[in-house]
């Protein structure tokens, strides 16, 4: 009867586990109301960046728009140096401070100081009290309380097979199966709820921010002019909203993703 010890085992994990997933996602949808600041607002590009992809979109945003008006210059290796310090707004300042004293720096390794700063933090905690934007706090708990539940399912299929190569076969292995079925249909069907119930607070934008976002029509690739270039608005909300991958410009995406495709700098 000694795999009676790993079914309990199998129980408390998959117990503990989906209790824990479902306090974190009732505190993350413990919202305020937004449905009339959702239908009064819009969403500037800052803020549409950040419900988009968190500071580092955000970074990659302010960084796109200095280099479209030359105050910086981006190199497709993964570079980006200074050439005007006077930041247009509290973003860009902070980017300028965080690129450094020597004026140049490694892109993420500005996107890492920028996610810091006091005007990515109020960004945030504005968006967080417009109820727009999931906070810190509730996104580390739901995704902490996910992974949590996919270990538990991991340690009852684990404790569920030791459990059987214990059992003689004449003894009844399926029994023994059919009790450790249960706590593995627990987790795994929490993990199904989650997908479709929870994962909107995995991410930036809570589900009001997410209809908000639903309102941006931009195309992943905006269409390009005679001279082959985007419409610097649509390119800049294109990137607000889907990221690197919607710039046109290949040295640019390299940049923004660090990976050089040759030794080529924006100007």
Same mark, same amino acid.
């Given at each position: 009867?000694?795999?009676?010890?790993?079914?309990?085992?199998?129980?408390?994990?998959?117990?503990?586990?989906?209790?824990?997933?479902?306090?974190?996602?009732? %505190? %993350?949808?413990?919202?305020?109301?937004?449905?009339?600041?959702?239908?009064?607002?819009?969403?500037?590009?800052?803020?549409?960046?950040?419900?988009?992809?968190?500071? $580092?979109?955000? +970074? @990659?945003?302010?960084?796109?728009?200095?280099?479209?008006?030359?105050?910086?210059?981006?190199?497709?290796?993964?570079?980006?140096?200074?050439?005007?310090? @006077?930041?247009?707004?509290?973003?860009?300042?902070?980017?300028? +401070?965080?690129?450094?004293?020597?004026?140049?720096?490694?892109?993420?390794?500005?996107?890492?100081?920028? !996610?810091?700063?006091?005007?990515?933090?109020? #960004?945030?905690?504005?968006?967080? +009290?417009?109820?727009?934007?999931?906070?810190?706090?509730?996104?580390?708990?739901?995704?902490?309380?996910?992974?949590?539940?996919?270990?538990?399912?991991?340690?009852?299929?684990?404790? !569920?097979?030791? %459990?059987?190569?214990?059992?003689?076969?004449?003894?009844?292995?399926?029994?023994?199966?059919?009790?450790?079925?249960?706590?593995?249909?627990?987790?795994?069907?929490? #993990? /199904?709820?989650? $997908?479709?119930?929870?994962?909107?607070?995995?991410?930036?934008?809570?589900? !009001?921010?997410?209809?908000?976002?639903?309102?941006?029509?931009?195309?992943?690739?905006?269409?390009?002019? &005679? &001279?082959?270039?985007?419409?610097?608005? @649509?390119?800049?909300?294109? /990137?607000?909203?889907?990221?690197?991958? %919607?710039?046109?410009?290949?040295? /640019?995406?390299?940049?923004?993703?660090?990976?050089?495709?040759?030794?080529?700098?924006?100007?």
């Amino acid at each position: 009867m000694l795999w009676v010890l790993f079914l309990l085992v199998a129980w408390v994990a998959a117990g503990v586990s989906c209790a824990r997933l479902c306090s974190a996602a009732v %505190a %993350a949808a413990d919202a305020p109301d937004t449905t009339q600041a959702v239908m009064d607002r819009d969403l500037n590009l800052y803020e549409t960046a950040f419900l988009s992809g968190g500071p $580092q979109r955000v +970074t @990659d945003l302010a960084l796109v728009s200095m280099y479209r008006q030359h105050r910086v210059l981006l190199a497709s290796t993964g570079w980006v140096t200074v050439v005007d310090p @006077d930041g247009r707004d509290e973003v860009e300042r902070s980017v300028i +401070t965080a690129i450094g004293p020597e004026g140049q720096s490694p892109v993420p390794v500005v996107r890492t100081a920028l !996610a810091t700063t006091e005007s990515v933090r109020g #960004l945030a905690d504005r968006l967080v +009290t417009a109820g727009l934007a999931v906070p810190l706090t509730a996104r580390a708990g739901v995704t902490a309380a996910v992974r949590q539940v996919r270990g538990a399912c991991a340690l009852v299929t684990l404790t !569920a097979a030791a %459990a059987l190569l214990m059992v003689p076969p004449e003894t009844g292995r399926g029994m023994v199966a059919a009790w450790f079925a249960l706590p593995l249909v627990l987790t795994v069907g929490c #993990l /199904l709820i989650a $997908q479709a119930e929870v994962h909107p607070y995995t991410s930036w934008a809570s589900p !009001a921010g997410q209809r908000m976002l639903g309102r941006i029509t931009v195309p992943r690739r905006p269409p390009r002019a &005679d &001279d082959g270039t985007a419409r610097a608005g @649509d390119d800049l909300t294109a /990137l607000a909203v889907h990221g690197a991958g %919607a710039l046109a410009d290949p040295a /640019l995406r390299a940049a923004l993703r660090g990976k050089p495709v040759g030794a080529h700098w924006g100007h």
